[in-house]
């Protein structure tokens, strides 16, 4: 993004398409994770286990249940809050406040993407 307006720059993110969300949804990894793949963050999937830095529920650990492309949320297992309906519903997590702490590596391709590195 060639603007320094802030909001030029919150459009250009709103209205980005998919496959650029897709860079967006990236975390750091841990330091191990670090020097054993070589790589500083990786995407989020469904089944990576996580840890909150930022927030209510920071320090808390959790697998990752659903990742939201469209908003840039990651929506993590037990993290919910209570509505004041009563209702429970679940904490979305912007991936910048979430730190992998254990990959899945369920998927073939996120396999391929990480013996590249090494």
């Known amino acids: 993004m060639s603007t320094k307006n802030p909001g030029k720059q919150r459009k250009a ?6 496959h650029k969300k897709q860079k967006l949804v990236h975390a750091h990894l841990t330091k191990e994770l670090r020097k054993q793949y070589r790589k500083r963050n990786l995407g989020i999937r469904k089944g990576d286990e996580v840890k909150i830095l930022r927030g209510d529920f920071k320090g808390k650990n959790g697998k990752v249940t659903r990742v ?3 908003d ?8 919910k809050r209570k509505k004041t ?13 979430i730190m992998i702490t254990n990959l899945s590596m369920d998927d073939a391709k996120r396999k391929k993407i990480i013996q590249k590195v090494k």
């Open 13 to 18: 993110l709103f209205n980005a398409p998919l």
């Open 68 to 70: 939201a492309l469209k």
């Open 72 to 79: 840039v949320s990651i929506y993590v297992d037990g993290m």
């Open 85 to 97: 309906t009563g209702e429970d519903v679940e904490v979305a997590f912007h991936p910048s406040n």
